[in-house]
């Protein structure tokens, strides 16, 4: 009876590690799309992998040292999604339009890396990875403010370092992330 509770174990444990270790890292966003009638500005940033190969190509290694370091970094990305809010008005969406995003990113496959939570100010900032073991397949920043919401998503595998130089680029906001004061 003990061995055949262990073998059943080791299948339940395999069967439900194959999803994960399957599961791409691009998340679906289009649930905010209806946010988009609510307010003053959109930013709906969608490139893919094909688009980035070819954006690459016009990024030189010899003109500057920041085109080196983006064309590194978006050689191996599968994509680069953003959609970002800003309202006139707090209160323009709820926590309930971000459920739909959140849910996806709660998952055994996502990690939280970074909580910042300042409900005085209506600010909420959490930073997800999703990793097989030490190769980060993909990161998802969701940043709900007052009168603004952004929702960042890269597809591929990412040095955690590199990425915070895309930070301003591609339509990522500036949030700061693996950044050291000067």
Do not use: C
Not at 6 to 26: E, H, K, S
């Amino acid at each position: 009876m003990g061995i055949r509770h262990v073998a059943f174990a080791l299948l339940i444990g395999v069967a439900t590690a194959a999803p994960a270790a399957a599961q791409n890292a691009q998340i679906k966003m289009d649930t905010l799309d209806k946010l988009a009638s609510l307010a003053s500005q959109v930013v709906d940033v969608t490139v893919d992998q094909q688009l980035l190969q070819l954006a690459s190509k016009f990024l030189s290694a010899t003109r500057s040292p920041d085109e080196k370091e983006i064309k590194d970094l978006v050689a191996d990305l599968k994509g680069v999604y953003v959609k970002r809010f800003e309202f006139e008005r707090d209160n323009q969406y709820s926590p309930a339009d971000l459920d739909p995003i959140l849910k996806q990113l709660h998952t055994s496959a996502w990690s939280r890396i970074v909580g910042v939570t300042a409900p005085k100010e209506y600010k909420n900032i959490e930073v997800f990875v999703m990793s097989d073991q030490s190769l980060i397949k993909g990161i998802a920043v969701v940043a709900a403010q007052a009168r603004e919401l952004t929702v960042v998503n890269v597809v591929g595998p990412i040095d955690i370092e590199k990425l915070s130089r895309l930070q301003g680029q591609f339509g990522i906001p500036q949030l700061d992330l693996g950044r050291t004061p000067r």
